[in-house]
T-cell receptor
Framework: KQEVTQIPAALSVPEGENLVLNCSFT??????LQWFRQDPGKGLTSLLL?????REQTSGRLNASLDKSSGRSTLYIAASQPGDSATYLC???????????FGKGTRLSVIA | DGGITQSPKYLFRKEGQNVTLSCEQN?????MYWYRQDPGQGLRLIYY???????QKGDIAEGYSVSREKKESFPLTVTSAQKNPTAFYLC????????????FGPGTRLTVT
């Protein structure tokens, strides 16, 4: 059964710092991997989707990479801002019956 | 505006009562999903539907029921058989087929006392 792990569970950084969030998954037979942002009490906002054939995707200050063979993805946030403070979740769509399997998220705080 | 709406945002019920959560989308998506989120846990799939009049159980379907009579709507009923129904419920949708990007609604927080 697919398992998704996100480390660290929480992260606090000063404004302007570049940072990396990690996501690992146990079964490399995936269709895609998706990164989401969740603000407190809100729904999820899709940030980036990486298909299994891709190595990375970029959107503004965000860059997500995928190494399917090692079961890892990273989300790189450049020049962090207080508005980036949120929980970031990764999810994989694998070949099993469950459409998306989620990690527990990394709670990011960017301090001004 | 295209999107997914969930209503109500907050819902309070007494133990033993069934309650139905609404989810509507105008994105013309074929597939719709219901997730449950508890503090400190990731999202867990309750039910999903890839086409009208068809749906499949997810990891934690016990105590829940769904219907998919229209493409736009996928209501979730939390029955009295659900042992711990207090949670944040999220609805999502996507175009059909595997590997499609999922879009989420704003969620409904259900509190059962």
């Amino acid at each position: 059964k697919q398992e998704v792990t996100q480390i660290p569970a929480a992260l606090s950084v000063p404004e302007g710092e570049n940072l990396v969030l990690n996501c690992s998954f146990t079964d490399s037979a995936i269709y895609n991997l998706q990164w989401f942002r969740q603000d407190p009490g809100k729904g999820l906002t899709s940030l980036l989707l990486i298909q299994s054939s891709q190595r990375e995707q970029t959107s503004g200050r965000l860059n997500a990479s995928l190494d399917k063979s090692s079961g890892r993805s990273t989300l790189y946030i450049a020049a962090s801002q207080p508005g980036d403070s949120a929980t970031y979740l990764c999810a994989v769509d694998d070949s099993g019956n469950t459409p998306l399997v989620f990690g527990k998220g990394t709670r990011l705080s960017v301090i001004a | 505006d295209g999107g997914i709406t969930q209503s109500p945002k907050y819902l309070f019920r007494k133990e033993g009562q069934n309650v139905t959560l609404s989810c509507e989308q105008n994105l013309n998506h074929d597939a719709m999903y219901w997730y449950r989120q508890d503090p400190g846990q990731g999202l867990r799939l309750i039910y999903y539907s890839q086409i009208v009049n068809d749906f499949q159980k997810g990891d934690i379907a016990e105590g829940y029921s769904v219907s998919r009579e229209k493409k736009e709507s996928f209501p979730l009923t939390v029955t009295s058989a659900q042992k711990n129904p207090t949670a944040f419920y999220l609805c999502a949708s996507s175009y059909g087929g595997r590997g499609r990007e999922q879009y989420f609604g704003p969620g409904t927080r259900l509190t059962v006392t």
